[in-house]
């Protein structure tokens, strides 16, 4: 299940008893967060919701609540060695919600007790990462990614055929641009790069057409070419839909997360 319908869920989810939201930063990168800061940002946010309880004298919704407490904690903890950027969570004392989910962007620590998941921040990246299609070019390849909240899945992978001048989408393991024998003879690549300056708006409008229908079938919101300055702008000149950003790296063969950090460095 998407986050899209897991947040619809959690909307429609009703408790006959309150509901733990945690926002939580964990960014290893954030300066914030040096030293595992989070584990004690993580103990006050709940020690203080423990307090306001105690004040109020709730003694049957303050047990549900130290119940709560702990089954968090625990799984914080056990997860500690594989945490992302952030974790959001969502618990209910009587158990009809549970939610947990890493995400790999920052979030501004939050702790809620209330009659239902506290879904505003959540939504507010969403929206501010929103569903993206990612068109990663260097030549005679291409290689698209869809992001939503910082993630990436692939989608599709396209390789020019220099001798029918058509692309065709590549199934199994990606191999670089060096899979097509280009890279064995300095003689042979010479001559790709001659015909590829001669003909690359040609060849770029080919497959442009099969991105824009992906970004149509998709519901891109946002669309991001990546790759050496030639090879993004003359792609982006041949597709019809609205490109958002154009980056200046060959990232064909990065990790995802470079990819992302690439795309969204605040």
């Known amino acids: 299940m998407g986050i899209l319908q897991d947040i619809e869920q959690l909307t429609q989810m009703s408790s006959q008893e309150k509901v733990l939201s945690i926002y939580l930063n964990t960014d290893p990168t954030d300066p914030d967060q040096q030293g595992g800061k989070w584990k004690t940002t993580l103990k006050n946010g709940l020690h203080q919701l423990e307090l306001s309880l105690k004040e109020d004298a709730q ?9 709560v407490k702990d089954e968090v904690e625990k799984y914080v903890f056990e997860h500690e060695r594989n945490l992302k950027r952030a974790m959001v969570i969502f618990v209910a004392a009587d158990a009809s919600v549970w939610f947990t989910k890493q995400l790999q962007l920052r979030v501004k620590s939050e702790f ?7 879904l505003a921040q959540l939504n507010t990246l969403v929206d501010k990462y929103s569903k993206s299609g990612i068109i990663l070019v260097q030549h005679n390849e291409i290689r698209v990614l869809e992001a939503l909240l910082n993630e990436t899945s692939p989608l599709k992978d396209y390789e020019l055929d220099i001798q029918t001048e058509d692309w065709k989408e590549k199934v199994g393991p990606r191999q670089g641009f060096h899979s097509s024998g ?7 690549v010479d001559n790709f790069e001659k015909r590829f300056e001669a003909n690359q708006h040609r060849w770029f409008l080919k497959i442009a057409g099969k991105l824009d229908k992906l970004a ?3 519901e891109w919101e946002n669309i991001y070419i990546i790759g050496e300055t030639n090879v993004s702008h003359e792609l982006e000149k041949a597709m019809n839909k609205e490109v958002n950003r154009v980056i200046h790296k060959n990232m064909l063969d990065q990790k995802e997360d470079q990819i992302i950090d690439a795309i969204f460095a605040e």
Do not use: M, T
Not at 59 to 67: A, V, Y
Not at 112 to 118: G, Y
């Open 59 to 67: 003694k049957d919704e303050l047990k549900n609540f130290q119940k």
């Open 112 to 118: 809620h007790w209330e009659e239902k998941p506290a």
């Open 182 to 188: 280009l890279g064995a003879h300095n003689a042979q």
């Open 216 to 218: 149509k079938d998709r």
